[in-house]
């Protein structure tokens, strides 16, 4: 059984069959419906209002793209490269990303509702003020991304790498931590209220709240305590 199907999220709805699609250029208020374009390279590329509805996405180019008010509806992207895009006020909805690179991408203030995000590597990309609903990261190399101040409630990271992520300010109500790895992750201790995480974790979390878990014959210099009357 998938995540999609584990936390409820709808799949794009998209044909069977789509006809192919030439685009060499993105202009302002670009819409395009029921079309698959593969291979194109958007790289650099500068546009505002786009609309992309059941659409399929394969091997796109859009390497630093800057585009503001971008709504994708039904669209799945398969080994595209999002790496160093700005998209400001991003509306996302029932949307797939499969083996997709997105380093360093910029999308403040972005809403994802039915997202899905698998084996994608989003290192030092920049999601904060977002708001997440029904959204799952599946193998992701999440590695310094700043999820800062955004609602990830009931987000699922399954088997994801969340090192040095920053949480602070984020709503982890209901949230999914299992399986993942939190090592170094920023955070102020509210934020953890309501998320889920497996006993494994428990030490790991601990000590992201500067709380040192020591045994009970250890001082707290890390030496053998000695009695006063000597050896």
């Known amino acids: 059984m998938t995540s999609a199907h584990l936390v409820g999220i709808q799949k794009p709805g998209l044909p069977r ?7 060499a250029h993105v202009h302002d208020g670009l819409e395009i419906t029921s079309a698959s374009i593969r291979g194109a390279d958007l790289s650099g590329q500068q546009a505002f209002r786009i609309a992309l509805e059941q659409v399929s996405l394969r091997h796109v180019g859009l390497h630093r793209s800057r585009i503001a008010g971008i709504r994708m509806l039904d669209v799945r992207l398969e ?18 990303l499969v083996g997709c690179r997105l380093v360093g991408m910029q999308m403040p ?15 030092e990309a920049y999601l904060a003020t977002g708001r997440f609903r029904h959204v799952v990261f599946e193998n992701c190399d ?7 101040e955004s609602d990830l409630a009931g987000v699922c990271f399954r088997r994801c790498n969340l090192t040095g992520a920053d949480l602070r300010g984020a709503s982890l109500q209901g949230t999914d931590l299992r399986s993942s790895d939190l090592s170094g992750v920023q955070l102020e201790g509210r934020e953890l209220k309501g998320a889920i995480i497996e006993s494994g974790q428990a030490a790991q979390v601990v000590s992201l709240l500067g709380v040192r878990v020591m045994g009970e014959e250890e001082s707290s210099t ?5 009695s006063p009357g000597g050896a």
């Open 79 to 96: 080994t595209c490269d999002l790496s160093g895009a700005a998209w400001d006020d991003a509306r996302l909805r029932r949307v797939e």
């Open 17 to 23: 069959h789509l006809p192919q699609q030439e685009l």
């Open 222 to 226: 890390g030496r053998d305590l000695v």
């Open 109 to 123: 203030g972005a809403e994802l509702s039915d997202v899905v995000i698998t084996d994608s590597n989003l290192t």
């Open 142 to 148: 999440l590695t310094h991304v700043t999820f800062e």
